[in-house]
């Protein structure tokens, strides 16, 4: 590990200030970044020690839920409004990592964590995220583990998060605050695919912080869950999952609905065209499979992933095949 | 503001680049706390902060200023052994022993989640706070933590007398040892 200098911050403000000087990185649990700081595929100047600002998380009065980035995974998990109003988002988070990290790992380094391409960690290896404009070697390589959907000839990594395909799902709004002031960004909106910058994994200014998400009044998420198909039954990333959220009408049809695909592209995978063709259809397992076939109709496997499209299409129609089972008292608050 | 471990007031490192584990061990002389992976993968080194269960390797030293850290040293402070000690022997929930302390403390903080009504991946139902540690949440809440050796029915034993018994509504000792 390279030195580097270490302050911590005491508000908003002074983060930004500090995390704003050319090779700073904020620092969370350190889960992920002190892992590749210590590989050397990280080399930050300074480090901004963000894990003493908000972590709260708050119901608020017009229906939407606020959780600040300091807010540890098992915190978020295990609230009671997120397990009762989100279960997809506690279900998701519980699905990664291990019961130690999840006390460790928080909501901002999470929505910011690297890739988990063996590739990337291999500094042996070219690698057009690491450095740009070497090349990468997943693409001819064992790349079993990479992207079916929205990759480049420069990369086929996957983004690693299970929380995130959940937010992705609920269209979370992701709020930060940077030199330049405060914005939001829809979180469909947060991470980038490849094309060719795949150095770049979000759309973050330099220094720009993230400060919490909003959740949306978003009644019909009681009904959501999440799941994640992965090599051993437990502490594994995912190969595919699956985070869903299913409104079905009186009539049988149904009246809106919420997907997204983890483990099949740079960033979490919104289903819009799942989403679009489902709309107003029956709930039935055949719309479910024309659904999940046309959201993966332009997959493009490589030489050691041609399972995965299939994969993802047996569970997303799982999903919402158990999702439209879900007895209705599940769902009650 | 000093890092208190094992009950001792210990200086924050002046080099941020110390991590928990290895302030533990090469400055501290605690090896009780292992080093397997050191990049998160094993649990070997997990230790309890602020009661709660933590990969030290991942943890560096300067963020646990003013925090309470309690290692396999210090999980009982008369030097008997602890009820999961006991029972780790009782129930030869080892081989090498490589990853016993780890997997001890990781139990622990485990405990205490469960106590708290913390969910894990196979809880059926969400909205319920009172979880009953059976064979497979208990196996479930301790999958970060490897045994090379293969020691894991031994291990699954030992947890599940020492703790099983104590869902529900009386769970004596768990908070008070972590705190």
């Not at chain 1, 649990?29 to 003493?52: C, K």
């Not at chain 1, 279960?87 to 929505?111: D, E, H, Y």
């Not at chain 1, 995978?269 to 679009?276: C, G, N, T």
């Not at chain 1, 992933?305 to 007895?327: D, H, Q, Y």
């Amino acid at each position: 590990m390279t030195p580097f200098d270490y302050a911590r911050a005491g508000d908003t403000a002074a983060a930004v200030r500090m995390g704003s000087v050319a090779g700073a990185r904020y620092l969370g649990g350190g889960t992920n970044l002190v892992d590749l700081m210590r590989e050397n595929i990280e080399q930050p100047a300074s480090l901004v020690d963000v894990t003493g600002l908000g972590s709260a998380i708050e119901e608020r009065a017009d229906g939407t839920v606020w959780i600040g980035a300091a807010a540890r995974n098992t915190a978020i998990a295990g609230h009671a409004a997120i397990r009762r109003r989100y279960p997809a988002l506690s279900r998701a988070i519980l699905a990664g990592a291990s019961g130690q990290i999840r006390n460790m790992a928080t909501l901002g380094g999470n929505l910011l964590q690297r890739t988990r391409c063996t590739y990337f960690y291999d500094d042996a290896a070219r690698c057009n995220k690491r450095e740009p404009g070497s090349g990468c070697d997943a693409i001819d390589g064992f790349n079993r583990i990479h992207a079916i959907l929205g990759a480049s000839v420069a990369c086929v990594a996957t983004h690693p998060s299970d929380m995130c395909v959940a937010l992705a799902a609920l269209d979370a709004v992701v709020h930060l605050e940077g030199s330049a002031g405060a914005r939001t960004l829809p979180f469909d909106a947060l991470h980038r695919l490849p094309g060719g910058r795949p150095d770049r994994d979000t759309e973050l200014q330099p220094g720009e912080l993230v400060t919490g998400i909003e959740l949306p009044s978003l009644a019909f998420a009681a009904r959501s869950t999440y799941r994640k198909v992965r090599d051993r039954s437990s502490y594994a990333f995912a190969l595919v999952s699956v985070a869903a959220a299913l409104d079905v009408g009186g009539d049988g049809t149904v009246r809106d609905v919420r997907i997204a695909l983890g483990g099949v592209a740079h960033k979490p995978w919104r289903a819009h065209i799942a989403e679009q063709s489902l709309r107003g259809q029956p709930a039935t397992e055949a719309s479910f499979r024309a659904a999940a076939a046309a959201e993966l109709a332009d997959a493009a496997p490589l030489t050691h992933n041609a399972f995965k499209p299939e994969l993802a299409r047996r569970t997303i129609v799982a999903v919402l095949s158990g999702l439209t089972e879900t007895p209705m008292k599940e769902m009650a608050p | 503001m000093p890092i208190t471990i094992n009950g001792q007031s210990v200086a924050v490192p002046t080099d941020p680049r110390v991590s928990l584990l290895d302030l533990l061990r090469e400055h501290l002389h605690l090896s009780g706390t292992k080093k397997g992976c050191n990049q998160g993968a094993c649990g070997a080194c997990t230790v309890l902060a602020d009661g709660e269960r933590i990969l030290s390797c991942l943890a560096l030293a300067v963020q646990f200023e003013g925090r309470s850290v309690l290692s396999i040293e210090g999980i009982t402070d008369d030097g008997a052994l602890h009820p999961l000690q006991q029972a780790f022997i009782e129930h030869d929930g080892y081989q090498c022993g490589y990853c016993t302390p780890g997997q001890i403390c990781s139990a622990i903080g485990m405990a205490s989640e469960i106590e708290r009504g913390v969910p894990s991946a196979v809880t059926a139902d969400l909205a319920s706070d009172s979880i009953d540690l059976t064979h497979e949440e208990l196996r479930e809440r301790m999958s970060g933590n490897l045994c090379r050796c293969g020691a894991h029915n031994g291990i699954v034993d030992a947890i599940s007398e020492t703790y099983a018994s104590r869902t529900g509504a009386s769970r004596p000792a768990v908070a008070e040892i972590a705190e």
